[in-house]
């Protein structure tokens, strides 16, 4: 199936935030773009605003004088819905509600040819739903852009079920051509991207309720542990604590109160306070003007670590062992059960048991657990949690080790996972229950994850690669732990690990 044809008019309506936005994208693809917004005036007033954006990539000389009149110049604004009846394809984004969208579709669907696709740009509507009732349901398709389009490269093509697969297929290469990622996905909640990162921020949510750190600490560990750009409480203090928490319940809901989505009593009261985050000045952090940046807290050690002993494979926590040799550490390596000895503790990853639990089963004495990291070999501060009968001096062993090859850590109660470990093997588990509920394949899944949200791995190849079984161990250590559904593992979790099958293709 072929892109949409360059000289294919192209219909936006809803002249806010997102439509502006998009009719950039297919203006700048090289498409005529009309532009419909039932609020007089402001369909021009959106154009006048792309022009001066884009006149201020002229200023940095990141655009040409001329490509932006050109530009410009296939902007059309319209204030008449009349106006959009030879489009080839239209792209609504106006108000979040379904009975406004689905008159507005059947406005469309008596103005426009009969081949004419009808895009959705909503973020949380069925497109099944907003297709019922309609002559042509198979010409409706979701076209999900992120916030703000022109920059953000995802594009989720959403099929509801009377959706004909050449009409996504035609959107799917559209989008492509105008320079964006895009991926199939069906009309499920959430989609792909909205249902699998609500664990990023449940589980944070989920560890300050139970007082494993403050939000700074877990926010510092995500980041600089975990690679993403933002830890949950600074995203979702952006994002706005209304909005997140009305798509986590949103999402919650139409799963029919399934657990795993549940929304968290910490956000709803940030919410009730109308603390919602950097635009109302206060969140989780202050944005006031005098107020002190909170700094992540930070064990420090008072010894000195000069050797340690490596025994068996460390498993994901192996190129931490690389990092300890560059820094100078004498290394003893011989076999055993994947433990780092270092003086008189035990240091191992976690795997989702509590240390106190872990050191009882094991017999492991000053046991300390560390977090999983993205990348040892880089990451500039991890956590760490011990057992209840862990010495003070044992516990400083290990961080002196863990700051001689430069790295910060930071302290938690002794929870279960972790932080960074068990959000990846919870957004892992999720994405994994999406691929086999047929939301999406694995490669469109980490995809989405990396381009609309910039996850610095995809959370199924993250899984891979620290191991399937063992992020199912985590799992179900977790679910053991707090005796919740909320953690089960998916079965393709499973039944991969069961077969020896890669989750990708
Ligand atoms: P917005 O409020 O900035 O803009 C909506 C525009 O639609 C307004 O200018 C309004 O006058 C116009 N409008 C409302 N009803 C209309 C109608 N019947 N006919 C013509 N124009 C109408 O909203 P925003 O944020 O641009 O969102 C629009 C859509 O995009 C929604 O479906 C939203 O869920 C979706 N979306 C929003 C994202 C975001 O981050 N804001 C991200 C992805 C999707």
Redesign the pocket.
Request: glycine residues 8%.
């Given at each position: 199936m072929s892109a949409l044809d360059n000289n294919a008019l192209v219909a936006v309506?809803?002249?806010?935030?997102?439509?502006?936005g998009i009719a950039q994208v297919a203006a700048q693809a090289g498409h005529r773009v009309k532009l419909?917004?039932?609020?007089p005036g402001?369909a021009a007033q959106?154009v006048a605003g792309i022009d001066r954006q884009l006149g201020r990539l002229v200023e940095k000389g990141k655009l040409r004088p001329d490509t932006r009149e050109a530009i410009v110049a296939r902007l059309q604004p319209e204030e008449a819905?009349e106006a959009l009846a030879d489009a080839r394809l239209v792209i609504?984004?106006?108000?979040?509600n379904l009975q406004?969208?689905q008159?507005?579709l059947r406005q469309l669907e008596a103005l426009c040819a009969d081949d004419c696709i009808l895009a959705?740009?909503?973020?949380?509507?069925s497109i099944t739903s907003l297709a019922a009732g309609l002559a042509r349901p198979e010409n409706v398709v979701g076209m999900?852009?992120?916030?703000p389009a022109p920059l953000m490269a995802l594009v989720e093509i959403v099929a509801g079920l009377a959706t004909k697969p050449a009409v996504a297929a035609s959107l799917y290469e559209t989008a492509k051509a105008w320079g964006k990622k895009p991926v199939h996905t069906r009309s499920t909640p959430g989609f792909i991207v909205n249902r699998v990162a609500r664990p990023f921020y449940a589980e944070s949510l989920r560890l300050l309720q139970e007082g494993a750190a403050d939000c700074a600490t877990l926010d510092a560990l995500l980041r600089e542990a975990g690679g993403f750009r933002m830890g949950a409480f600074e995203l979702t203090d952006l994002i706005g604590h209304d909005?997140n928490y009305a798509v986590t319940c949103s999402v919650f809901d139409a799963f029919y109160g399934d657990f795993r989505f549940q929304p968290s009593l910490v956000q709803k009261e940030l919410v009730d306070a109308g603390r919602l985050g950097r635009k109302s000045g206060q969140g989780f952090y202050s944005y006031a003007e005098d107020a002190e940046r909170a700094q992540p807290t930070e064990l420090q050690s008072p010894q000195t670590i000069e050797h340690c002993v490596i025994e068996g494979d460390l498993g994901a926590l192996q190129p931490l062992v690389e990092r300890l040799r560059d820094s100078g550490i004498a290394l003893t390596k011989r076999a055993g059960n994947g433990v780092i000895h270092v003086g008189d503790a035990t240091l191992v990853l976690s795997d989702g048991r509590l240390a106190s639990q872990r050191a009882r089963e094991e017999g492991l004495r000053n046991l300390v657990l560390v977090d999983l990291a993205l990348d040892y070999r880089t990451a500039t501060r991890v956590a760490i949690s011990w057992s209840a009968d862990t010495a003070v001096a044992a516990r400083d062993q290990v961080v002196a080790l863990l700051q001689r090859a430069g790295i910060k850590v930071a302290a938690l109660a002794d929870l279960p996972g972790l932080v960074v470990l068990r959000t990846v093997a919870m957004l892992a588990n999720e994405a994994a229950d999406a691929v086999l509920q047929g939301v999406g394949s694995a490669a469109d899944i980490d995809l989405a994850m990396c381009a609309g949200v910039n996850y610095p791995r995809g959370p199924l190849a993250w899984a891979e690669q620290i191991g399937l079984g063992y992020t199912l161990r985590v799992l179900e250590n977790l679910q053991s732990s707090y005796g919740e559904s909320r953690y089960r593992p998916s079965l393709l979790l499973r039944r991969s690990h069961a077969q020896g099958a890669r989750l990708h293709d």
């Amino acid at each position: 199936m072929s892109a949409l044809d360059n000289n294919a008019l192209v219909a936006v309506i809803g002249a806010g935030a997102m439509g502006a936005g998009i009719a950039q994208v297919a203006a700048q693809a090289g498409h005529r773009v009309k532009l419909y917004d039932n609020r007089p005036g402001i369909a021009a007033q959106a154009v006048a605003g792309i022009d001066r954006q884009l006149g201020r990539l002229v200023e940095k000389g990141k655009l040409r004088p001329d490509t932006r009149e050109a530009i410009v110049a296939r902007l059309q604004p319209e204030e008449a819905i009349e106006a959009l009846a030879d489009a080839r394809l239209v792209i609504e984004a106006i108000v979040e509600n379904l009975q406004v969208k689905q008159d507005l579709l059947r406005q469309l669907e008596a103005l426009c040819a009969d081949d004419c696709i009808l895009a959705s740009n909503t973020s949380s509507l069925s497109i099944t739903s907003l297709a019922a009732g309609l002559a042509r349901p198979e010409n409706v398709v979701g076209m999900h852009f992120f916030n703000p389009a022109p920059l953000m490269a995802l594009v989720e093509i959403v099929a509801g079920l009377a959706t004909k697969p050449a009409v996504a297929a035609s959107l799917y290469e559209t989008a492509k051509a105008w320079g964006k990622k895009p991926v199939h996905t069906r009309s499920t909640p959430g989609f792909i991207v909205n249902r699998v990162a609500r664990p990023f921020y449940a589980e944070s949510l989920r560890l300050l309720q139970e007082g494993a750190a403050d939000c700074a600490t877990l926010d510092a560990l995500l980041r600089e542990a975990g690679g993403f750009r933002m830890g949950a409480f600074e995203l979702t203090d952006l994002i706005g604590h209304d909005v997140n928490y009305a798509v986590t319940c949103s999402v919650f809901d139409a799963f029919y109160g399934d657990f795993r989505f549940q929304p968290s009593l910490v956000q709803k009261e940030l919410v009730d306070a109308g603390r919602l985050g950097r635009k109302s000045g206060q969140g989780f952090y202050s944005y006031a003007e005098d107020a002190e940046r909170a700094q992540p807290t930070e064990l420090q050690s008072p010894q000195t670590i000069e050797h340690c002993v490596i025994e068996g494979d460390l498993g994901a926590l192996q190129p931490l062992v690389e990092r300890l040799r560059d820094s100078g550490i004498a290394l003893t390596k011989r076999a055993g059960n994947g433990v780092i000895h270092v003086g008189d503790a035990t240091l191992v990853l976690s795997d989702g048991r509590l240390a106190s639990q872990r050191a009882r089963e094991e017999g492991l004495r000053n046991l300390v657990l560390v977090d999983l990291a993205l990348d040892y070999r880089t990451a500039t501060r991890v956590a760490i949690s011990w057992s209840a009968d862990t010495a003070v001096a044992a516990r400083d062993q290990v961080v002196a080790l863990l700051q001689r090859a430069g790295i910060k850590v930071a302290a938690l109660a002794d929870l279960p996972g972790l932080v960074v470990l068990r959000t990846v093997a919870m957004l892992a588990n999720e994405a994994a229950d999406a691929v086999l509920q047929g939301v999406g394949s694995a490669a469109d899944i980490d995809l989405a994850m990396c381009a609309g949200v910039n996850y610095p791995r995809g959370p199924l190849a993250w899984a891979e690669q620290i191991g399937l079984g063992y992020t199912l161990r985590v799992l179900e250590n977790l679910q053991s732990s707090y005796g919740e559904s909320r953690y089960r593992p998916s079965l393709l979790l499973r039944r991969s690990h069961a077969q020896g099958a890669r989750l990708h293709d």
